[in-house]
């Protein structure tokens, strides 16, 4: 495996069929193979993918759903093969 992220195969795509925007955590394992923990573990550190939270009040740390967008994560995988592609000769 090369860098950060390397993009998997897409063999679930029941998730890309239908009209929804965003993923919960347990769908981009499924999808894309980051595990729930890296996900959680990156969140805490302040790097990863990007994502929302919904419902979380405010000022509180804790509380909400996490969320990440499909679209986002997709042009992150894209972005981040192009930077491997053009550092490799």
């Known amino acids: 495996m090369s860098g950060f992220w ?3 195969p897409v063999t ?3 998730y890309m069929n239908t009209n ?3 993923l919960r955590p347990k769908e981009v394992e499924e999808i894309y193979g980051i595990k729930e923990g890296t996900l959680a573990k990156q ?5 990863g993918l990007p994502y929302v939270l ?3 009040k405010p000022k509180k740390r804790k509380g909400g759903i996490v969320l990440y967008d499909i679209d986002v994560i997709e042009d ?3 972005s981040k093969n192009k ?3 053009t ?3």
Request: no cysteine; glycine share 8%.
């Open 54 to 56: 919904i419902g979380r």
């Open 20 to 22: 929804r925007k965003y």
């Open 43 to 47: 969140r805490s550190q302040g790097f």
């Open 87 to 89: 550092n490799e000769k």
């Open 76 to 78: 992150v995988f894209k």
């Open 6 to 8: 390397s993009l998997q």
């Open 12 to 14: 679930k795509i029941k």
């Open 83 to 85: 930077i491997e592609a």
